[in-house]
């Protein structure tokens, strides 16, 4: 399991969040080891970003800025859920349910379907904040939703300025700490069938918790704990991925996030693979009307050389055995010679070994193969001619020479030498 970084967004005016990290022993139960949490710290997000790497990012967004509901939803499809949820909280919703952000969470036995709501707006301000700085979280939270759950309990959690209550597994609110003692009893008036046999009362870095309200009438017993580290080490130390709600859902999830990314290139893609199985059909239809073509080929190749040799009674190449036929036919078993080749081939080491020799023109007709060259002199002219009849075998004979210059232009004929 990788190590968890915990972030907590806007939790005071002074610094941007505040952060820490979870060992691998990190918490399922409440019985995490203390030193595999190390200790929070405080900046911008930039520092946080430093921590990131090789992390499952868990972001912790004010509990102020959401709104945990439910509605009961008839369907267990979750895509018409999702279609059914804004309009079914629309009445009690203040913004416009187009303007909101619907993440929905567990559905009850009885159909009701637990949901976050936040401003569209807002939850883009915090994914710009993080992605500018390198941050892809993996989860964003409500941070009311770290705080621990038991069944018959309230847990709350007060800090100066806000106090969370988590009421349930996937229900909590939010309170003004300056006007706790009007705005909790209120809560519990309108709680109906929720209401707690206990409210667990936590207060952390103190030493001394001081109750300011009673809730005797209600029959709830306050039970006062303090904490002696921060807020985020508390929610760190309760948070169960299963039992909160992650706001990247729908048009703010991953899958969705890559599909926007490759939405527009598709058309392209489509093109793509469809002119590669264009190219590799034509390609495939190519090779099959050549090998085809071949076939004929060899077949009328070697319809010509049975017409030719008819006592032929296996042909296994057919180009090299009618030429060997051939041969035969002319009484000699070795290569015919005098022709353009030999004549060239035969020409070619004594050129080659001739020190400022020009060839500027070749010609063959008749079994006889003319040289145009440019060479240095008379003399190496004549020691060339001596070169070709000794190599080569071949009648030689110097049709032209003229001096221009410092060179020679002069004319070769070579021709069998049939003496």
Known sequence: MRERLFIRLDHSTSVEAAWLRVGEAGRDTDTTSAEKIQETAQGSLEQAALEATGCRVIVLVPG???VLTSAIVPSRNRQRILSAIPYMLEEQLADDVDSLHFAVGR???EGRV??????????DDWLQRLRAVGIEPDMIVPESLALPVETGYWTLLKEPEITLVRTGLQSAFSLDSNNLATLLPMALTESDDNMPGQIRWIECNTDDVNLPLDLSQFEVEVIPEMYTGTALEFF???FNEHESINLLQEAYSRREQLGRLWRPWRPAIAMGVLLLVLHGGLTISDYVSLRKERQALTEHIEKIYLDTFPGTHKIVNAKAQMEEGLRSLRGDTTRVSGGFLDLLVGSGESLSQ?????LQRISYRDGQLDLAIVIRDLQGLDQLKQRLSAQSGYAVEIQSATAR?????AR????RNDS
Do not use: Y
């Open 354 to 358: 001739t020190d400022g020799l020009e």
């Open 107 to 109: 559905r009850d036995p």
């Open 64 to 66: 102020v800025d959401v």
């Open 114 to 123: 637990s949901t976050v709501v936040v401003n569209r707006n807002r939850m």
């Open 405 to 409: 210059g410092n060179s020679v232009e």
């Open 236 to 238: 760190a130390q309760h």
């Open 412 to 415: 070769l004929q070579l021709k």
